[in-house]
């Protein structure tokens, strides 16, 4: 490899390296500051907002499986009941026709 090559890569790993740095100084500012509130919610937020993505497109089947699962998950609150009832609800659809 060349000598440019090298270069990128020592770019790239500081790159890498500054952005988690960064990171952490960001959320320990958070953490102390009033909107530390935000932490709290924020992987159930991660979550739904990629499932609403992933949703988008989709076809009736795979919301009414969605929906099912949901509803598993308010009843139960186990995540895996509500994957295999999920997985159970699309499966059984689609079997079905619908």
């Known amino acids: 490899m ?26 320990d500012a958070i953490r102390a500051s ?3 509130w935000i932490l709290d919610d924020l992987p159930g937020l991660i ?3 990629l499932v609403a993505s992933s949703l988008a497109g989709q076809p009736l089947i ?3 499986a ?3 699962a949901l509803i598993a998950a308010l009843l ?3 995540v895996i009941a509500t994957m ?13 026709g619908v």
């Open 34 to 36: 009033r909107f530390a």
């Open 2 to 27: 060349t000598s440019s090559h090298w270069i990128l890569i020592a770019v790239l790993a500081m790159a890498a390296f500054a952005i988690r740095v960064i990171g952490l100084f960001a959320g």
């Open 47 to 49: 979550v739904v907002s």
């Open 84 to 96: 295999c009832i999920g997985f159970a609800a699309y499966a059984a659809l689609g079997w079905f």
């Open 62 to 64: 795979t919301w009414v």
């Open 76 to 78: 139960t609150n186990h």
């Open 66 to 68: 969605a929906a099912a």
